[in-house]
């Protein structure tokens, strides 16, 4: 004879889920959170020319790719120094860069100005750039 479901073997598989879900936001809670204290303290190369350190990368890729053609990103050039932070991760990661600089062209044009942007950092660079750290980490994780 087949088993017979009962009340509580629903409950317990109900409960199960339940739990499961619990766990899932919880550490994706804690994990933003951590990532939102790291974003407190400042980074390697903060304040020191002429590289300004692996948060500059990051803002530069941003003011390269939205100023530039795409077939002019990986191409060293009057508008694109590649000793100075030459792009040099895959397409994806190129278009994420335009992405997240196109939205900080509409809120924070200093940050990917052209030339004039080198060695950009202020409190609102620093705090649009780790805020699309974790909205990016949420599209990509959750």
């Known amino acids: 004879p087949g088993k017979s479901h009962t009340a509580i073997d629903w409950q317990d598989k109900s409960t199960s889920v339940y739990m499961r879900s619990t766990a899932t ?4 809670v804690a994990a933003v959170l ?7 303290h400042g980074y390697s190369g903060e304040g020191v020319p002429p590289m300004y350190g692996d948060f500059e990368a990051q803002r530069h890729w941003m ?5 530039l053609p795409a077939e002019r990103w990986y191409v060293h050039g009057p508008d694109n120094d590649l000793q100075y932070w030459g792009l040099d991760y ?3 990661s190129a278009h994420f860069s335009w992405a997240v600089g196109r939205l900080a062209q509409a809120w924070h044009p ?21 805020r699309s750290v974790l909205v990016a980490d949420l599209l990509v994780f959750v």
């Open 25 to 28: 936001t919880t550490t994706i």
């Open 34 to 40: 951590l990532r939102a204290c790291v974003s407190l």
């Open 63 to 67: 003011e390269v790719t939205v100023n």
């Open 90 to 92: 895959p397409p994806l």
């Open 110 to 130: 200093q940050l990917v100005a052209l030339h004039a942007s080198r060695g950009h950092e202020s409190a609102e660079t620093r705090a649009f750039m780790r």
